[in-house]
């Protein structure tokens, strides 16, 4: 049996700290017997979780004993941890203990120096932060898990559950993980490297400079748009758009433009029923399968599954 020791601490997250004690608790091995002890550990009497209050059962000491430690998001990603937690958690890797965090759980363990050199992912409206604040951490805004052996990462809320359910697959094999899966009514699995469903091309701070011409863009993304186009909306020369963009985005006008019509895409995917040709044409795509292919290489997965995940079809009535 693997002990698991999940992390309360101050203002976290309570769904983040629920998936792993839920999840892992459920694991049964074919003769029975339980896959793993799951404790609640922290270094306070009691921990804020939004409108609750949760009391650990056991302090950090019982993280010396833990076969992995998981370290849930806290809805300020940006408060420091306490250092008596960033010293267990340097010490329990040193040990060769697995540590894994859930969405911005990821801080802490780049704060404790944990990810430097490493490949890792959080919440997607956090990977800019995370790389920013931490520049040795090599940040994957698209995955939903990263796995370096001894240290894990997940994206935000039911990635995490993907993240536990590899957990399980690694230790106990996939018999006993899909039984798993089928207790927490969730699929076996979604690969680590499949793409977090972000919301692409948001303006921020960082591209302030071009508000002007992305506005413009955001409202003509539907037309048959070419490069000479976007430059003569901006102001500027072609090549003074594309330095622009590459300073400020990190993509090309045309790169931008393609995730502006995906974004349109997804909504009418999730708001309407209407078909994956019109779709493409409505947002600016010249021809379906074209739409089709930059979707999936954008997002992760077809239209088709994109829109049965966040558009499930209504039973007929009987």
């Avoid at 399980?168 to 039984?179: K, N, P």
């Avoid at 979604?190 to 701070?205: F, S, V």
Wanted: with cysteine.
């Amino acid at each position: 049996m693997h002990l698991v020791a999940v992390l309360a601490l101050q203002d976290v997250i309570a769904f983040d700290l629920a998936t792993p004690v839920q999840l892992f608790g459920q694991v049964r091995l074919p003769d029975g017997r339980a896959g793993y002890r799951v404790v609640v550990a922290g270094n306070e009497p009691s921990v804020e979780a939004g409108p609750m209050r949760i009391t650990p059962g056991s302090g950090l000491d019982i993280l010396e004993r833990a076969d992995l430690i998981v370290v849930p998001g806290r809805n300020d990603a940006a408060a420091p941890t306490e250092p008596a937690v960033l010293d267990a958690l340097r010490a329990a890797v040193a040990r060769g203990t697995r540590v894994a965090s859930i969405c911005v759980g990821a801080f802490s363990l780049a704060e404790a120096g944990l990810l430097d050199g490493k490949v890792a992912t959080t919440h997607w409206l956090a990977t800019d932060r995370l790389a920013g604040e931490y520049p040795a951490v090599r940040v994957d805004p698209d995955v939903l898990y990263t796995d370096n052996g001894s240290i894990l990462t997940s994206a935000g809320a039911s990635a995490g559950l993907d993240m536990c359910l590899h957990v399980v697959e690694s230790d106990y094999g996939v018999a006993v993980a899909a039984d798993a899966a089928r207790l927490a009514v969730a699929p076996l699995h979604r690969t680590g490297g499949q793409a977090q469903y972000i919301l692409r091309n948001r303006p921020t701070l960082q591209t302030a400079n071009l508000e002007r011409v992305l506005e413009w863009i955001e409202e003509h993304a539907h037309r048959r748009l070419t490069l000479t186009d976007i430059s003569v909306a901006a102001g500027m020369s072609v090549r003074t758009l594309a330095r622009r963009f590459a300073e400020e985005t990190g993509q090309s006008p045309i790169q931008w433009l393609t995730g502006v019509r995906i974004r349109h895409a997804q909504e009418l995917l999730e708001t309407t029923d209407q078909t994956v040709e019109r779709i493409a044409d409505k947002v600016g795509f010249p021809t379906a399968s074209n739409f089709r292919a930059l979707f999936a290489q954008t997002v992760g997965v077809n239209p088709g599954a994109y829109r049965r995940t966040f558009r499930p079809a209504v039973p007929a009535a009987p």
